[in-house]
Protein backbone atom coordinates (compact mmCIF):
# COMPACT_ATOMS: atom_id res chain seq x y z
CA UNK A 1 0.00 0.00 0.00
CA UNK A 2 1.24 3.58 -0.87
CA UNK A 3 2.22 4.99 2.37
CA UNK A 4 3.71 8.37 2.94
CA UNK A 5 5.54 9.51 6.00
CA UNK A 6 6.87 12.91 7.59
CA UNK A 7 9.18 13.49 10.28
CA UNK A 8 9.65 15.31 12.64
CA UNK A 9 5.54 15.96 13.84
CA UNK A 10 6.67 19.44 15.41
CA UNK A 11 9.94 21.30 14.72
CA UNK A 12 10.81 25.06 16.47
CA UNK A 13 13.43 26.76 15.57
CA UNK A 14 15.32 30.34 16.32
CA UNK A 15 15.20 32.35 13.23
CA UNK A 16 18.57 32.11 11.03
CA UNK A 17 18.35 28.41 12.49
CA UNK A 18 18.67 26.48 9.26
CA UNK A 19 16.88 22.44 9.60
CA UNK A 20 15.47 19.75 6.90
CA UNK A 21 12.11 18.35 6.94
CA UNK A 22 11.78 15.10 6.06
CA UNK A 23 9.64 12.74 3.78
CA UNK A 24 9.71 8.99 3.46
CA UNK A 25 7.74 7.47 0.67
CA UNK A 26 6.67 3.85 -0.28
CA UNK A 27 4.96 3.55 -3.98
CA UNK A 28 4.40 1.26 -6.33
CA UNK A 29 6.17 3.48 -9.15
CA UNK A 30 6.91 7.16 -8.48
CA UNK A 31 4.96 9.41 -10.86
CA UNK A 32 5.28 12.40 -8.74
CA UNK A 33 6.40 13.95 -5.18
CA UNK A 34 4.47 16.99 -3.92
CA UNK A 35 5.56 19.37 -1.23
CA UNK A 36 3.29 22.00 0.06
CA UNK A 37 2.59 24.76 2.58
CA UNK A 38 -0.51 25.14 4.70
CA UNK A 39 -0.73 27.70 7.14
CA UNK A 40 -3.64 27.87 9.48
CA UNK A 41 -7.44 28.28 8.74
CA UNK A 42 -6.52 27.38 4.70
CA UNK A 43 -5.74 25.14 2.17
CA UNK A 44 -2.85 23.80 1.34
CA UNK A 45 -0.71 25.92 -0.89
CA UNK A 46 1.85 24.21 -3.58
CA UNK A 47 5.19 24.44 -3.30
CA UNK A 48 7.10 22.26 -5.37
CA UNK A 49 6.94 19.02 -7.51
CA UNK A 50 9.49 16.03 -7.86
CA UNK A 51 9.78 13.79 -10.64
CA UNK A 52 13.14 11.50 -9.94
CA UNK A 53 15.80 10.86 -7.73
CA UNK A 54 18.62 13.19 -7.69
CA UNK A 55 16.02 16.04 -8.54
CA UNK A 56 16.33 19.38 -6.91
CA UNK A 57 13.56 22.51 -6.63
CA UNK A 58 14.49 26.06 -4.78
CA UNK A 59 12.03 28.91 -4.07
CA UNK A 60 13.49 31.27 -1.89
CA UNK A 61 14.74 30.19 1.78
CA UNK A 62 13.54 26.32 0.83
CA UNK A 63 15.37 23.55 -1.35
CA UNK A 64 13.48 20.11 -1.81
CA UNK A 65 15.33 16.94 -2.81
CA UNK A 66 14.49 13.42 -3.90
CA UNK A 67 15.86 9.82 -3.23
CA UNK A 68 14.20 6.79 -4.19
CA UNK A 69 13.19 6.20 -0.66
CA UNK A 70 12.60 9.92 0.44
CA UNK A 71 12.47 13.43 0.14
CA UNK A 72 13.85 16.47 2.21
CA UNK A 73 12.81 19.89 2.31
CA UNK A 74 15.89 22.02 3.63
CA UNK A 75 15.30 25.64 5.03
CA UNK A 76 17.86 27.39 4.94
CA UNK A 77 18.13 30.79 7.62
CA UNK A 78 14.43 30.64 7.82
CA UNK A 79 12.43 34.00 9.02
CA UNK A 80 9.02 33.48 11.20
CA UNK A 81 7.29 33.95 8.17
CA UNK A 82 8.32 30.96 7.24
CA UNK A 83 5.71 28.97 10.08
CA UNK A 84 3.25 26.82 8.55
CA UNK A 85 2.82 22.68 8.07
CA UNK A 86 4.65 21.36 5.33
CA UNK A 87 2.85 18.45 3.71
CA UNK A 88 4.30 15.76 1.71
CA UNK A 89 2.30 14.03 -0.88
CA UNK A 90 3.37 11.45 -3.76
CA UNK A 91 1.27 10.02 -7.02
CA UNK A 92 1.81 6.65 -8.23
CA UNK A 93 1.95 5.52 -11.76
CA UNK A 94 -0.76 3.65 -12.54
CA UNK A 95 -2.64 4.76 -9.50
CA UNK A 96 -6.38 5.68 -9.51
CA UNK A 97 -6.54 8.32 -12.02
CA UNK A 98 -4.84 10.93 -10.39
CA UNK A 99 -5.01 10.43 -6.72
CA UNK A 100 -2.55 11.87 -4.36
CA UNK A 101 -1.38 10.94 -0.90
CA UNK A 102 -0.88 13.18 2.19
CA UNK A 103 1.55 12.48 4.92
CA UNK A 104 0.43 14.03 8.18
CA UNK A 105 2.58 16.79 8.06
CA UNK A 106 5.31 18.90 9.77
CA UNK A 107 4.63 21.70 11.93
CA UNK A 108 6.94 24.20 11.61
CA UNK A 109 7.05 27.18 14.19
CA UNK A 110 9.98 30.32 13.71
CA UNK A 111 11.06 32.14 16.15
CA UNK A 112 12.21 35.95 16.50
CA UNK B 1 -10.40 36.47 -8.11
CA UNK B 2 -10.78 32.69 -6.15
CA UNK B 3 -9.02 30.17 -8.09
CA UNK B 4 -11.72 27.21 -6.20
CA UNK B 5 -13.98 28.61 -3.93
CA UNK B 6 -16.27 26.97 -0.98
CA UNK B 7 -19.00 27.34 0.71
CA UNK B 8 -19.97 27.45 3.25
CA UNK B 9 -16.67 28.22 5.48
CA UNK B 10 -18.07 27.27 8.97
CA UNK B 11 -20.98 24.85 9.77
CA UNK B 12 -22.24 24.12 12.77
CA UNK B 13 -24.87 21.54 12.66
CA UNK B 14 -26.75 19.06 15.14
CA UNK B 15 -26.17 15.29 14.63
CA UNK B 16 -29.01 13.60 11.96
CA UNK B 17 -29.45 16.18 9.83
CA UNK B 18 -28.18 16.42 5.70
CA UNK B 19 -26.20 19.11 4.90
CA UNK B 20 -24.48 20.17 1.54
CA UNK B 21 -20.89 22.18 1.04
CA UNK B 22 -20.29 23.56 -2.61
CA UNK B 23 -17.20 23.97 -4.34
CA UNK B 24 -16.27 26.36 -7.75
CA UNK B 25 -13.09 26.63 -9.89
CA UNK B 26 -12.58 28.84 -12.21
CA UNK B 27 -9.24 27.42 -13.53
CA UNK B 28 -10.45 25.54 -16.36
CA UNK B 29 -9.14 22.38 -14.62
CA UNK B 30 -10.68 19.04 -15.68
CA UNK B 31 -10.43 17.12 -12.45
CA UNK B 32 -11.74 18.07 -8.95
CA UNK B 33 -11.33 16.34 -5.44
CA UNK B 34 -12.84 16.05 -2.11
CA UNK B 35 -10.52 15.66 0.80
CA UNK B 36 -11.73 15.39 4.86
CA UNK B 37 -8.48 16.90 7.09
CA UNK B 38 -9.20 15.36 10.59
CA UNK B 39 -8.23 17.00 14.25
CA UNK B 40 -4.43 15.80 13.40
CA UNK B 41 -4.19 17.61 9.86
CA UNK B 42 -4.51 14.32 8.17
CA UNK B 43 -5.69 14.57 4.45
CA UNK B 44 -7.18 11.99 3.42
CA UNK B 45 -9.07 11.56 -0.21
CA UNK B 46 -12.26 10.74 -0.56
CA UNK B 47 -13.64 11.69 -3.90
CA UNK B 48 -12.65 12.77 -7.53
CA UNK B 49 -14.41 13.80 -10.67
CA UNK B 50 -13.15 14.37 -14.17
CA UNK B 51 -15.17 15.73 -16.19
CA UNK B 52 -18.19 15.12 -14.16
CA UNK B 53 -17.53 11.67 -13.83
CA UNK B 54 -16.70 9.85 -11.23
CA UNK B 55 -13.12 8.31 -10.60
CA UNK B 56 -12.04 8.02 -7.39
CA UNK B 57 -14.18 6.72 -4.57
CA UNK B 58 -12.43 5.70 -1.55
CA UNK B 59 -13.95 3.91 1.19
CA UNK B 60 -16.40 5.93 2.37
CA UNK B 61 -20.06 6.17 4.15
CA UNK B 62 -22.45 6.24 1.90
CA UNK B 63 -23.98 9.27 3.32
CA UNK B 64 -21.54 10.99 1.51
CA UNK B 65 -23.07 11.81 -1.97
CA UNK B 66 -20.15 14.16 -4.16
CA UNK B 67 -22.47 15.55 -7.59
CA UNK B 68 -20.59 17.59 -10.00
CA UNK B 69 -23.45 19.16 -12.64
CA UNK B 70 -20.50 20.69 -14.71
CA UNK B 71 -16.25 20.44 -15.12
CA UNK B 72 -16.52 23.54 -12.56
CA UNK B 73 -18.21 22.65 -9.54
CA UNK B 74 -17.85 19.33 -7.46
CA UNK B 75 -20.68 19.87 -4.76
CA UNK B 76 -20.99 17.30 -1.69
CA UNK B 77 -24.12 16.21 0.14
CA UNK B 78 -23.68 14.50 3.71
CA UNK B 79 -26.96 12.39 5.14
CA UNK B 80 -27.71 11.80 8.93
CA UNK B 81 -24.28 13.63 9.93
CA UNK B 82 -22.71 12.41 13.10
CA UNK B 83 -20.22 13.28 15.32
CA UNK B 84 -17.35 12.02 13.79
CA UNK B 85 -17.61 13.39 10.57
CA UNK B 86 -16.58 16.68 12.45
CA UNK B 87 -13.63 17.64 10.18
CA UNK B 88 -12.10 20.21 7.67
CA UNK B 89 -13.55 19.60 3.88
CA UNK B 90 -11.16 20.24 1.03
CA UNK B 91 -12.37 21.05 -2.60
CA UNK B 92 -9.52 20.96 -4.77
CA UNK B 93 -8.94 20.52 -9.02
CA UNK B 94 -5.97 19.90 -10.92
CA UNK B 95 -5.60 19.33 -15.04
CA UNK B 96 -4.22 16.43 -16.63
CA UNK B 97 -0.51 17.10 -17.50
CA UNK B 98 -0.29 19.90 -15.45
CA UNK B 99 2.86 20.65 -12.90
CA UNK B 100 1.20 22.25 -9.62
CA UNK B 101 -0.19 19.47 -8.35
CA UNK B 102 -3.51 20.41 -7.05
CA UNK B 103 -5.09 23.68 -6.05
CA UNK B 104 -6.92 24.03 -2.74
CA UNK B 105 -9.70 25.78 -1.75
CA UNK B 106 -9.86 27.31 1.85
CA UNK B 107 -11.90 24.02 3.32
CA UNK B 108 -15.00 24.15 5.08
CA UNK B 109 -14.82 23.59 8.96
CA UNK B 110 -17.71 21.06 9.55
CA UNK B 111 -18.69 20.78 13.32
CA UNK B 112 -21.41 18.46 14.10
CA UNK B 113 -23.52 18.54 18.13
Known amino acids: EDQVTQSPEALRLQEGESSSLNCSYT??????LFWYRQDPGKGPEFLFTLYSAGEEKEKERLKATLTKKESFLHITAPKPEDSATYLC?????????????FGSGTRLSIRP | DTAVSQTPKYLVTQMGNDKSIKCEQNLGHDTMYWYKQDSKKFLKIMFSYNNKELIINETVPNRFSPKSPDKAHLNLHINSLELGDSAVYFCASSQVGQVYGYTFGSGTRLTVV
Open chain 1, 89 to 101: AVQARGSSASKII
Open chain 1, 27 to 32: VSGLRG
